[in-house]
């Protein structure tokens, strides 16, 4: 047992990940029956609003969006870190934009399938792109549009156009843009809070470089960014190259990082897609270098979404609501009044105590209404506040004040010195979060016994990723998810440490990949 581990175990934190009980609390169904429990979470903790009229477009409620803009604030943090600047590009866009970058698309698709070089095609494929997912604008007023628009679905084509016209020197590299903003697709599997909706809070990081050297090395900084907000949000994650036939066409590859639910399926939640110069030459994105030559620009791009709070959500909450990472809470921690009609010392003492945490950096509330003690604590236990304080005219007494902490148990601490030991249990609150969500990957993740050496001996179950040796094809890939009802995530950067057999082909290997259902 590790100091972590001693810490909490402690503490008294430990409860079980997923209740064993199907007994719905509180109106909660349990986290046992995942696909009960989370929608109906996110309505009972005020995150969302799921009666809009327009399916997949849920009404953001204050808390819901507080804890969102916390995770844009890490975003952005790591933005400011990596010297991009913010942008905002405009949400319409015109037909014949869309026109150029579908023609991109279906011939990189097209040439990718028929393993030539782009350059070497020269028959015309049916399109493909974002075409059939977009929603239209066909008037203005009463006027119908000479070009018909389209909301965003992503920022490529609007933005493209616009750095053809701002680089045109190699001094004007590298571009470092990222923009937040709404985009819209039409999306026409079932809808889930956060995890699949059709508007989306879209982060989204594009840049620009003079070669493939310095693209590469953008891919390696946008994974170390989406390695360290995760860390925030105390989510472990698989990280995987994306098979070719999983790739966004325009890419030259995409890599993504997927967080394993409680149910079993994995939820992508960033991705970061390395360009080459192939959208360069269809939006004439060059640039001048210092002898003089033009040269085409190469690129990259990094996004993420709200399905980041979706998993979150889904992580760490239990049977009694959520449990919030302090890095995002809204509120971090509550400061109660009992008993405060005993003791007129009580109120001036929790507001002094709120203010002290304050000043400490923490996000306070003090619920002084005028309801009973459990009510309270069915409020703020349902939104996963970290940590609780209850103030009363024992703990005056005693100059010491009882924190209750959102993952389980109570402590105590000196009255006195409880804004600093606050922060301590705040940290120590992440650590916990971060250790139950690893254990509960581990569980989930099951590594296919070397003795596996077909998929005939392959038996999997229903809510579990396994962890695979695969070397082989497009149509052995399709074999494997075939069989299995799964989906191949992709190569890992952490490869097996001695060769094995891949589980179709039989050839050796050391590379270690996923399969999985996927949201």
Known sequence: MNDLERTIEAIGHYGNIVSKSNKAKRGIPSKSDFNSWYPSIVEIADLVDKRYPIKGMDVWKPYGLSAMEKIDSLARSEMERTGHQEYRFPLLVPEDLLEKENKLVSILKAAREAGVDPSELRIEEEESGFKKE??????????????????????????????????????????????IVNTFRYETKQTRSFIRVREIHFFEAH?????????????????????????????????????????????WYTKAADVVMPNGRTLQVATYHHYRDQWAGAFDLSYEDSEGKTRLCHQTTFGMSERLLGAVVGMHGDDNGLIMPPAIAPIQV???????????????????????????????????????PGVKHYDWEIKGVPLRV????????????????????????????????????????????????????????????????????LIVEDGLVYEIAFEGSDSDAEALEKSTGLTLLGECDDKYDEPRKCIVTGKSTTNRQYIARMY
């Open 207 to 251: 840049t620009v470089h003079s070669d493939q050297a310095g693209a590469d090395k953008q891919i390696e900084e946008d994974a170390e960014m989406v390695r360290r907000i995760l860390h925030e949000l105390c989510l472990p994650s698989i990280v995987s190259k994306r098979p070719v036939w999983d790739t966004f066409p325009g890419a």
């Open 134 to 179: 977009v929603y239209w604008v066909t008037h203005g007023g009463e006027n119908k549009l000479e070009i018909p628009m389209f909301l965003r679905p992503t920022s490529e084509t609007p933005m493209y156009t616009m750095f053809s016209l701002w680089i045109r020197s190699h001094a004007d590299l590298p571009l470092k843009t990222f923009q």
């Open 390 to 457: 209850e103030l009363g005219p024992r703990d005056l007494e005693s100059d010491n004040c009882v924190v209750s902490v959102r993952t389980g148990g109570k402590v105590e601490v000196p009255l006195s010195e409880a804004h600093v030991e606050i922060v301590e249990l705040l940290s120590t609150v992440s650590d916990e979060l971060r250790l139950r969500a690893e254990k509960m990957t581990a569980k989930l993740i099951h590594s296919v016994p070397e003795s596996v050496s077909s998929l005939s001996d």
């Open 334 to 372: 509550v400061v109660m009044p009992v008993a405060n009609h005993r003791d007129e010392r009580v109120l001036p003492a929790v507001s002094e105590l709120g203010q002290r945490l304050t000043d400490a950096g923490l996000r306070v509330k003090v619920d002084e209404r005028d309801v009973r």
